[in-house]
């Protein structure tokens, strides 16, 4: 397929001005509930945005078309709320941030969508400065990717035509996020519906599909390709790497004669200078978290002093330290999303509500150290984290809050007592989405002795695992009769009628497992001993 009629301007220039605007949608898709919640829009929010404005009431309001406003200062019930929307609207305001502190903001409201003035409410958590901070750092961004695409050569935007040119198919780069930041314009070359709404996009289309392919493009060293599908045509893929670090991915059309050797060695090479080209265009502030994230997870694995951990990280001497860990649920039903996925949706939360924390992502954890604050408001804030995800992910994302420590040479410590939490409740459903080890204890521990039992098999008692064996070879039932009866602390008649059989029954059962497995049930340390053999690797 050939695109005779590129639509909506899929063959404008990519650093056109009308195809590059940051837009209000832009800024809600950066920041994104529960920060940032629309409550008016209307003429759509697909309005422009140039910068925004953090008035001070007893200053006059500037003349600034196209400017975002925080209403910092005013009280939205009042009238003075109403005459400030009222005169950005003359002035060419395209939106107005308020917050509603609980208070009534219909009449604000109502006056807004007759001037056709886009109105959206903060959380009353996110101080004014911040949120001015990260709106402002949003359009940065988003000025930058369009002055690279037309000032800078754009590089990228040249670099998706030349591949194109060598596999004769639509090519497109993307971000982490899936979103779409450089893409091929040839005119001849071959494309799909699914790629041009990528593009108009600037996203790829969300698909079941997505995660189990992304993944195995992000975990390949080389070229992935996927074979043809009713609504796609075939792709060849390749991950764009700083190092270890995944940057992004490069997906390419396949022509109808398919991918031959100088094509993949189009993709190894594009993917090689993508990673340049993308790690140059980081700003100041991203290297500041790229070494804060390295500094981190130095700190977890202990191979930092305290004194440097302190110092990479910007902690003050005595302040108390919360590690908050984030992981997917098991769930075999539906797939896992990439743990790269959930650290950056994670990351938009914690810039909100907790600028001053360090993150760090593993193979299957995001980390948060948050400074100060206390327990109950670190658990406030992973269950806002959790909270934030659940309309994203596929699966339920779960949170273990470490204890609390002054003491950074402990984020080891606290680190193993987040894995240990998010071990078992990411496997258990019934358990907490948000826990601390008070929460889930005895769990964990059952969890320890379970590893012991596996890593030590001379600690496992040889007449269970005769029992067990017993058990499936003849099928009888010696070990759920003994397991109900230790669960039963001893009352024969509530076993057996869990069981369903007779007491009598039960009790010729108990007798004949002593006498052929050689267990034994009168002392104390043997009843547990044999009930956690069985708990833990038999009968759970």
């Not at 911040?130 to 800078?152: C, K, R, T, W, Y």
Request: negative net charge; glycine residues 8%.
């Amino acid at each position: 397929m050939r695109l005779s009629n590129p639509p909506n301007g899929l063959d404008a220039t990519p650093g056109d001005e009308g195809a590059e605007a940051t837009t209000v949608r832009h800024l809600l898709d950066a920041v994104g509930p529960p920060m940032l919640q629309v409550l008016a829009a209307p003429r759509g929010i697909d309005q422009r945005v140039r910068c925004t404005v953090l008035h001070d009431p007893m200053d006059p309001l500037p003349h600034e078309p196209d400017a975002l406003l925080l209403m910092a200062g005013v009280s939205v019930e009042g009238s003075a709320a109403v005459t400030l929307m009222t005169e950005a609207a003359d002035n060419g305001y395209c939106a107005v941030v308020l917050k509603r502190r609980g208070r009534e903001v219909s009449a604000l409201v109502a006056e807004a969508s007759l001037r056709g003035v886009i109105v959206i409410a903060a959380a009353d958590e996110v101080s004014w400065r911040h949120l001015d901070s990260l709106l402002m750092s949003v359009l940065g961004s988003q000025g930058v990717a369009a002055e690279s695409a037309s000032a800078a050569g754009d590089e990228l935007f040249a670099l998706a035509n030349a591949i194109a040119a060598v596999i004769g198919g639509s090519v497109a780069i993307e971000d982490m996020d899936r979103r779409v930041i450089a893409y091929s314009s040839l005119a001849d070359q071959r494309i799909d519906a699914l790629r041009e709404q990528g593009i108009l996009d600037r996203r790829v289309p969300d698909m079941e599909r997505n995660p189990a392919q992304y993944s195995e493009v992000l975990g390949a060293k080389g070229v992935v390709r996927f074979k043809e599908k009713s609504d796609e045509l075939p792709r060849a893929a390749i991950g764009i790497r700083a190092g270890t670090q995944p940057l992004g991915s490069i997906w390419a059309i396949e022509s109808i004669l398919g991918l031959d050797a100088e094509g993949e060695r189009a993709l190894v090479d594009g993917a090689r200078l993508a990673a340049l080209k993308i790690m140059r265009s980081l700003n100041a502030g991203n290297v500041d978290l790229h070494l804060r994230e390295v500094a981190l997870l130095r700190a977890l694995d202990g191979s930092l002093s305290g004194s440097d951990t302190r110092f990479r990280l910007s902690l003050a001497g005595g302040t108390e330290l919360i590690l908050i860990g984030f992981a997917a649920a098991f769930d075999d039903t539906r797939p896992s999303p990439l743990i790269t996925h959930v650290a950056s949706t994670l990351s938009r939360y914690v810039a909100a509500y907790r600028p001053d924390a360090a993150m760090a992502t593993t193979s299957r954890t995001v980390y948060v150290l948050v400074p100060g604050g206390g327990a109950q408001a670190a658990v406030r804030f992973a269950t806002g984290a959790v909270a934030s995800t659940r309309s994203i992910f596929p699966v339920e994302i779960r949170a273990a809050v470490s204890a609390t420590s002054a003491d950074p040479t402990t984020l080891p410590t606290m680190r193993s007592e987040i894995d240990d939490i998010l071990r078992v409740t990411t496997g258990q459903p019934d358990l907490p989405r948000v826990a601390q080890l008070a929460d889930v204890h005895t769990r964990v521990l059952l969890a320890h002795l379970a590893d012991s039992l596996t890593h030590e098999p001379r600690l496992r008692h040889l007449g269970v695992a005769s029992m067990l064996a017993h058990d499936h070879q003849h099928q009888t039932e010696y070990a759920a009769s003994i397991t109900a009866w230790l669960g039963a602390v001893g009352d024969v008649a509530a076993a057996a009628g869990q069981l369903g059989v007779h007491p009598n029954t039960l009790r010729y059962r108990l007798r004949r497992a002593t006498e052929l497995f050689d267990i034994g049930l009168d002392h104390p340390d043997d009843r547990l001993a044999v009930w956690l053999q069985l708990r833990l690797i038999g009968h759970r």
